[in-house]
């Protein structure tokens, strides 16, 4: 008897329909526009008209404020805040683990809250103290030491400005790839430590080498895009804190900033178009070099 074998419905692509449709419709087609006018010199009054590559080569060959300020900035600032806030986030997130409940669940609450206010807390908190007058917190402790003589303009300082950012950014940074880490390590199984310390590893460096992040690669594979998407789209912070887009002598110019500044100051859509295809190439190899490192193969 020969038994029939029913075939497949397309149930499932019923129930994906309302994700595909929001998906194509916020994401695929605002992508497949910017590409469309990337190619294009538009200045959102008159039609876009086609003039091929020529803002990617004025990209790569005329604007030198891209290359040898908002490029470095980027880089210097994805490195730092990117790569150093991911391994803070993965490091706080196992000592904050090795506490018992209540503590950890308090400590959990401190470390998660800046990622929510950053935004109310720049304005409120960052400017108050590194105000640029005598009443700003940093001056007037460093004036009360007798370190400096005079207030210095922190936010309006090319020297400072970025590294203000940072110190901000890594505050702030403990977010939804935090908490991913957390659960992670509390849902290993203690039996994979027990067995590790067996087979001879000898302490907890090694245990988290060679148990820890293996155990919890979704998270880390999680945690690193995450990072990695918030680093480079990062593009309120500099201008917040100094007031003017562009920052001051660019000097915390990111990428960002320079596609609001074309885009929605100059109106030069166009170009604005190409530097975000260009962010979005960035964004998508950075990615790709995470999903090598904690991705299924």
């Known amino acids: 008897m020969v038994t029939k074998i029913p075939k497949r419905r397309s ?81 706080l997130a196992w000592l904050v683990a090795q506490l018992t409940k209540i503590p950890r669940t308090i400590f959990a609450l401190i470390l998660y809250s800046p990622s929510l206010t950053a935004g109310v807390t720049m304005t409120v908190v960052w400017r108050v103290l590194f105000n640029g007058d005598q009443q700003g917190y940093l001056n007037a402790l460093l004036l009360n030491l007798g370190l400096i003589d005079k207030p210095v303009q922190w936010l309006q300082s090319p020297q400072h400005l970025m590294d203000i950012m940072i110190i901000v950014s890594l505050w702030s940074s403990m977010g939804v790839g935090f908490l ?37 690669k979704p998270q880390m594979l999680f945690g690193a895009v995450m990072s990695i998407v918030n680093t480079f789209t990062s593009a309120g912070i500099g201008v917040a804190l100094s007031g003017s887009n562009p920052t001051p002598q660019y000097a915390g110019q990111l990428i960002v900033n320079h596609i609001e500044d074309y885009g929605f100051l100059r109106y030069e859509m166009g170009y604005a178009a190409a530097l975000s295809v260009v962010l979005l190439l960035i964004i998508w190899f950075f990615s790709r070099v995470a999903w090598r490192l904690f991705g299924e193969r």
């Open 180 to 216: 991913a880490m957390l659960a992670g390590i509390l849902n290993i199984d203690e039996q994979l430590y027990e067995a590790a310390y067996i087979d001879g590893i000898k302490n907890r460096l090694q245990e988290i080498i060679y148990v820890t992040i293996p155990a919890m």
């Open 11 to 91: 149930n499932h692509w019923l129930l994906l329909s309302p994700y595909l449709t929001l998906f194509t419709i916020f994401i695929v087609l605002p992508v497949a526009v910017a590409i469309f006018l990337s190619f294009t010199y538009f200045n959102a009054i008159e039609k876009p008209r086609w003039i091929g590559i020529q803002n990617y080569i004025t990209l790569l060959t005329r604007d030198d404020i891209f290359m040898q300020k908002v490029l470095p900035n980027t880089i210097k600032y994805a490195l730092i805040v990117g790569v150093g806030g991911y391994i803070l986030s993965f490091i």
